[in-house]
């Protein structure tokens, strides 16, 4: 039970990842074997190592690709017309989704502190997130929506902050926030980011 007949090494993949995901939820990151995703996936454990060099990296790319180029996907639908509005709706669902894989990637981000491998990976993943948000930042500055005065990294580093900070927030059950009172918070802050008009 190799990859199975009349499937590509793709979909092999992307079987893997939903596999990977299933098991990760049901039982944790220490609980989860690669032996068990196989197993879900229908596959051999020595298939997984022809994708990925390790549990870490399969259950890291398992993850990141739950909500990977989430603003570009905004956009290609036209859900978003510029790149504030996707920011915009973005924001205003983070506490909505954030429960959803809040146990998760608190799990992996504590197994970090523990396993040098699955930091190194982890790590790795978080800094692809912030390059490819700060390249959509940069898109906005360079269509005028974004103050060019700000600093791309620091602007991505307080995204990626907001995002976790909800994560956090979900997955200790923290009381939940008023939509509109959030949205209204969301909006005063990307507001803040648009280019100022000079002071007279």
Wanted: glycine letters at 8%.
């Amino acid at each position: 039970m190799g990859r199975k007949a009349g499937v590509t090494a793709e979909e092999t993949r992307r079987d893997l990842l939903a596999a990977a995901m299933k098991v990760l939820l049901t039982r944790g990151y220490e609980g989860t074997r690669v032996s068990a995703i196989a197993r879900e996936a229908g596959v051999t454990s020595g298939a997984i190592y022809n994708h990925f060099s390790s549990k870490a990296e399969l259950l890291t790319a398992a993850i990141s690709e739950q909500g990977p180029g989430a603003i570009s996907d905004l956009m290609r639908t036209g859900e978003a017309t510029s790149v504030l509005d996707a920011f915009r709706l973005i924001g205003h669902l983070l506490p909505d989704h954030a429960g959803v894989m809040a146990p998760v990637i608190l799990e992996l981000i504590a197994t970090s502190t523990r396993d040098a491998d699955v930091a190194r990976v982890v790590r790795g993943e978080f800094a692809q997130k912030e390059r490819e948000v700060a390249d959509v930042m940069r898109l906005g500055q360079d269509a005028g929506e974004i103050d060019t005065r700000l600093d791309v990294e620091a602007l991505t580093r307080f995204t990626n902050m907001l995002a976790l900070g909800s994560i956090v927030a979900a997955a200790l059950e923290l009381k939940p926030i008023d939509d509109r009172a959030w949205s209204a918070v969301i909006d005063r802050l990307l507001d803040a980011v648009t280019p100022q008009e000079p002071t007279p």
